[in-house]
């Protein structure tokens, strides 16, 4: 066989493998994304643990865990917002037996050690089946790392990583003893999708530190039965993000009817669809041009979040 002929075997064998690899990964996407059967959540235990509980996706996720026949320990650091929560889903699910307890606590200013007795000692005797960290905390606005405070710096960390550690540290042994269990960590697509998020980079940090966890202790206790995963959301509506629903920022009600159907498949995923196809394209694009555009648009978030903190210092009334 001539060089030529070679190479054009050789090419055409190549391109054969690509095209092939990218249908069988179109084919698995669709299978995964309407096909495939969600899981029975209560055969994993019949209590869910949620933090940050009392807002946004934690808050959406305590209603569906509720809506399935799942008993709930609700973790969030305000009693008087986690009473109302509970409220809100005793009254909701009136029709089916759902017992709601509550426990204060706070990530920010709690020790570690404390946090997990803490745990330890609410869910003894309970047969905790999930668990969902979904406690978050993120700048108001984009700025850069030399202006991230301290106070700021040190809360984010608590809250995210810190945080989802001891509550998972406190959790996985009662699943390692009965052999089955799910953890879910609410990750953020800025790490799982995006080349960089400039500007607003301890979060993303955090949450980098949560698809990382979640894959690790994920292949750690695959065979002892629990079911590990970080999900990884582009921008939803909720008080965090500041922003509206719309086509591609889904409500955190819509966002959580989409997160319940992955439980206990990979161990990182983006279940929302449009956030999917959102990822899709943006993989497409040369990183150096996502980082370009980035970095244009949070500078300017930056200056709209100064130009709004300079008009509220303005507006404050002289003190006595």
């Known amino acids: 066989m001539e060089l030529v002929d070679l190479f054009m075997v050789s090419t055409t064998a190549l391109g054969f493998i690509f095209v092939l690899k990218n249908l069988f990964n179109f084919v698995k996407w669709v299978w995964r994304m ?105 700048y108001r606005y984009a700025r850069f790392f030399h202006e991230v405070d301290s106070n700021l710096m040190n809360s984010i960390i608590k809250v995210n990583v810190e945080g989802t550690t001891w509550i998972t540290k406190a959790v996985i042994q009662k699943m390692v003893d009965k052999k089955k269990g799910a953890i879910i960590n609410m990750g953020s697509g800025s790490t799982v999708v995006l080349p960089s998020y400039p500007l607003v980079t301890l979060y993303a940090a955090t949450k980098a530190y949560l698809a990382m966890f979640s894959r690790s202790i994920s292949l750690e206790y695959k065979q002892q039965g629990i079911d590990i995963q970080c999900q990884a959301p582009l921008f939803v509506s909720t008080k965090m993000t500041k ?57 300017y978030w930056r200056k709209r979040g100064l130009l709004k903190d300079s008009n509220t210092t303005n507006n404050l009334p002289p003190s006595s």
Not at 120 to 126: R, T, V
Not at 250 to 256: L, V
């Open 34 to 138: 309407f096909f495939r059967a969600p899981k029975n959540l209560t055969e994993y235990g019949s209590w869910a643990i949620i933090t940050g509980s009392t807002d946004g996706i934690g808050k959406a996720m305590a209603h569906e865990m509720a809506s399935k026949g799942l008993n709930l320990l609700l973790l969030g650091r305000n009693p008087t917002k986690l009473e109302a929560t509970s409220n809100e889903i005793r009254e909701k699910n009136n029709k089916v037996s759902v017992e709601v307890k509550c426990l204060v606590v706070d990530f920010e200013k709690e020790n570690g050690e404390r946090i997990k007795e803490r745990v330890e000692e609410a869910i003894e005797g309970l047969d905790v089946g999930i668990l969902v960290n979904s406690a978050g905390l993120a």
């Open 243 to 299: 922003m509206g629903s719309s086509v591609f920022v889904p409500t955190a009600e819509k966002y959580i009817k989409s997160c319940t159907r992955w439980i206990g498949y990979e161990s990182v995923v983006e279940p929302y669809l449009l956030h999917s196809l959102q990822g899709f394209f943006i993989r497409a694009i040369p990183d150096p041009l996502v980082d370009s555009y980035l970095l244009r648009y949070f500078l």
